[in-house]
């Protein structure tokens, strides 16, 4: 069974950082795409980022890019999400999805195609 784990969130100040994992078990998490999507309360669900399986290849929502980073740790099945310079607009459940699909090297922002997510992990930003 394909478990997706996220940690790292929590109450924080503006300006300041915070590193999110997913922790994947279950599925061969080395040949999967990762994303990051996350929502706001009473909004929609919405796309942070993603990553390659390999993570030559990574995608991000346009106006978080240079504030977050999305990496991977294929060795250690584990996915991360550096979030610089946090504003109160950052503050959101955050989730991790895996891809439905292998190899996929073109990543993208469709919720659909991740077929796997997390639980969520809070991230609050206060000013």
């Known amino acids: 069974q394909v478990q997706l784990v996220e940690s790292g969130g929590g109450l924080v100040q503006v300006g300041d950082s915070l590193r999110l994992s997913c922790a994947a078990s279950?599925?061969?998490?080395?040949?999967?795409?990762v994303a990051w999507f996350r929502q706001a309360p009473g909004a929609e669900r919405e796309f942070v980022a993603a990553t390659s399986w390999n993570g030559q290849s990574t995608y991000y929502e346009a106006s978080l890019r240079g504030r977050f980073t999305i990496s991977r740790d294929n060795d250690n099945n584990t996915a991360y999400l550096q979030m610089n310079n946090l504003t109160p607009e950052d503050t959101a459940v955050y989730y991790c999805?895996?891809?439905?699909?292998?190899?996929?090297?073109?990543?993208?922002?469709?919720?659909?195609?991740?077929?796997?997510w997390g639980q969520g992990t809070q991230v609050t930003v206060s000013s």
């Open positions: 999805a895996l891809d439905a699909a292998r190899y996929r090297v073109v990543v993208t922002a469709t919720p659909s195609v991740y077929d796997y």
């Open positions: 279950g599925r061969t998490f080395s040949t999967y795409a």
